[in-house]
Nanobody
Framework: QVQLVESGGGLVQAGDSLKLSCVAS????????MAWFRQTPGQEREFVAT????????DYADSVKGRFTISRDNAKNTVYLQMNSLKPEDTAVYYC????????????????????WGQGTQVTVSS
């Protein structure tokens, strides 16, 4: 069982930066591919970014490519999401997710592929 706790959300202005963190506890962190998803009221949860077990492979939604960076520190059991040039449309609850990945090089974009979820952290970007 993996427990995930996100932090770092808040209220910022358009153009600002924010860095989210997600700390994992439980089984060895390096066995899990990680991802960030986000959700706004009335909408389905959408993929934001994913990273493989070692951190060497990443993938992003087109809407955040070039502005967001996902990274991980396996020694600290933590995955990060650096968000730059934030836009009002980035406003959402951001969720961290973990997937037990047998293929160490693989990344995963689909919500239903993930086994564990955090409680979410709110990011609000004002115009």
């Amino acid at each position: 069982q993996v427990q995930l706790v996100e932090s770092g959300g808040g209220l910022v202005q358009a153009g600002d930066s924010l860095k989210l963190s997600c700390v994992a506890s439980g089984p060895p962190f390096s066995l899990y591919a990680m991802a960030w998803f986000r959700q706004t009221p009335g909408q389905e949860r959408e993929f934001v970014a994913t990273i493989n077990r070692s951190g060497g492979s990443t993938d992003y939604a087109d809407s955040v490519k070039g502005r967001f960076t996902i990274s991980r520190d396996n020694a600290k059991n933590t995955v990060y999401l650096q968000m730059n040039s934030l836009k009002p449309e980035d406003t959402a609850v951001y969720y961290c997710a973990a997937k037990r990945a047998w293929n160490s090089g693989a990344v995963y974009r689909k919500e239903d592929e993930y086994d564990y979820w955090g409680q979410g952290t709110q990011v609000t970007v004002s115009s």
